[in-house]
């Protein structure tokens, strides 16, 4: 019976600490007001993660352990159907991108809250985070790039891997929540949006980052040209 105690005040506090991150930011977010949200005392945190980092860190080892290892699934599951031939891009953006969506629709997973957290903290990455991320995303990355590389022989292997980071920040500030709209500009979407963004935000980002990824190539001037340019 202990241990079933201590699962489920392990797993209030993580899932405390996963709402009010979400809403304040690391920075913003007292041990205070996770002991209260959880309903424990500040002993009870430190002897489950020993401090507010270690917290955070576990809040999202939780949920991206399972959501990377899923990503990891479909792609196995696609390139083994493929049979050696690449996959279409299409495939590819929805296995990494679709999956962490789809992963907004089901609460077991951390629902639209992990997703809004995940969204904001990509966007104001603290250092300790950076280094999270970058280990769970490891493997990942390499296996997603190298689909994509072959999917598209023709080009560059270093545009693909800028188109890949301007998918993830614009995936980052989608997920980040609607409201992320009004920053800087006031573009709101209207009321009628705000009731179904979750479900739309899927089909209409999966458009978005096909677009970009398919764009066609920048063309740069050669560096003689841009002196000349300059001298003139």
Known sequence: MAEVRNIDTRERILDAAERLFMA????????????GEASVNLAAVNYHFGSK?????????R???WLNEERLRVLDEM?????????????????FFGTLLRMGSDESRGGITFLRLLGRTLTEP???????????????SERYKAALFKALPD?????????FHFMLGATAYAIAGVDALNVGVDWGTGDSERTDAAERLLPRLMSFLLGGLRAPL???AAAGDSAAARAA
Do not use: C, N
Not at 127 to 139: H, K, M, Q
Not at 155 to 163: M, Q
């Open 24 to 35: 304040h930011g690391y920075d913003g977010t007292s041990m205070r007001q996770i002991t």
């Open 53 to 61: 980092e270690m917290l955070m860190k576990e809040v999202f080892r």
């Open 63 to 65: 949920r991206l352990g």
């Open 79 to 95: 390139e083994a159907a493929a049979a050696g031939h690449a996959l279409k891009p299409s495939q590819i953006v929805d296995g």
């Open 126 to 140: 603290s250092e300790f985070i950076r280094t999270v991320l970058s280990d769970e995303y490891a493997g990942l």
């Open 155 to 163: 080009v560059p292997k270093a545009e693909i891997v800028w188109r």
């Open 218 to 220: 920048p063309q740069f």
